[in-house]
């Protein structure tokens, strides 16, 4: 079985300060990972995937995170938050290619600060 | 239509009654998953259908819980004799394989 463990359930920053929102998971066959982001409100947004190539992703809204298969991580990162950035973000991982059963971590609530 | 639609948004039920909860997927989504939001967590995999059939069932949490999609694109999911427990906000998404998974809004479903 899979399981996702996001490290920081509240993450305050100021704006235009850099951020990092850690995710590390745990699988036994090799995995598929993904990063949404909830906006209050609204449903889940895929932010970014790595399926497979490139350990660096980059996603929407200037996000990119890292695949690190040695560490089991895959952390997201954006250089210069915005207040807008302020929303839930949420780390799954899936063993099939596609976007099919997701195992999501608790969340990490992003407050962006003026 | 332009979105994952789910109604209603809000449910709120007695316990001990019954609930439907629907979900419209995205026009041409064949595959189409329902899952589960409790307050403080992330979301946790029911169910998930390719066209009009369960292809894996196995986060149902019990009997209670059964979902069905007849004509492989509005799904309802049906929870009999709610519990307290079942509070939470139950999502809907869907997919193609061109498109990724899309969620919906959700209904928050508070069961008193």
């Known amino acids: 079985a899979q399981s996702v463990t996001q490290l920081d359930s509240q993450v305050p920053v100021f704006e235009e300060a850099p951020v990092e929102l850690r995710c590390n998971y745990s699988?036994?066959?090799?995995?598929?990972l993904f990063w949404y982001v909830q906006y209050p409100n609204q449903g889940l947004q895929l932010l970014l995937k790595?399926?497979?190539?490139?350990?660096l992703v980059k996603g929407i809204n200037g996000f990119e995170a890292e695949f690190n298969k040695s560490q089991t991580s895959f952390h997201l990162r954006k250089p210069s938050v915005h207040i807008s950035d302020t929303a839930e973000y949420f780390c799954?991982?899936?063993?099939?290619?596609?976007?099919?059963?997701?195992?999501f971590g608790k969340g990490t609530k992003l407050t962006v600060n003026p | 239509g332009a979105g994952v639609s789910q109604t209603p948004s809000n449910k709120v039920t007695e316990k001990g009654k019954y609930v439907e909860l629907r979900c419209d997927p995205i026009s041409g989504h064949t595959a189409l998953y329902w899952y589960r939001q409790s307050l403080g967590q992330g979301p946790e995999f029911l169910i998930y259908f390719q066209g009009t059939g369960a292809a894996d069932d196995s986060g149902l949490p019990n009997d209670r819980f059964f979902a069905v999609r007849p004509e492989g694109s509005v799904s309802t999911l049906k929870i009999q004799r709610t519990e307290r427990g079942d509070s939470a906000v139950y999502l809907c998404?869907?997919?193609?394989?061109?498109?990724?998974?899309?969620f919906g809004n959700g209904t928050r479903l508070t069961v008193t």
């Open positions: 799954a991982v899936s063993t099939q290619g596609g976007s099919e059963k997701l195992v």
């Open positions: 790595y399926l497979s190539g490139s350990t």
């Open positions: 998404a869907s997919s193609s394989e061109e498109s990724p998974l899309h």
């Open positions: 699988s036994s066959v090799s995995v598929y």
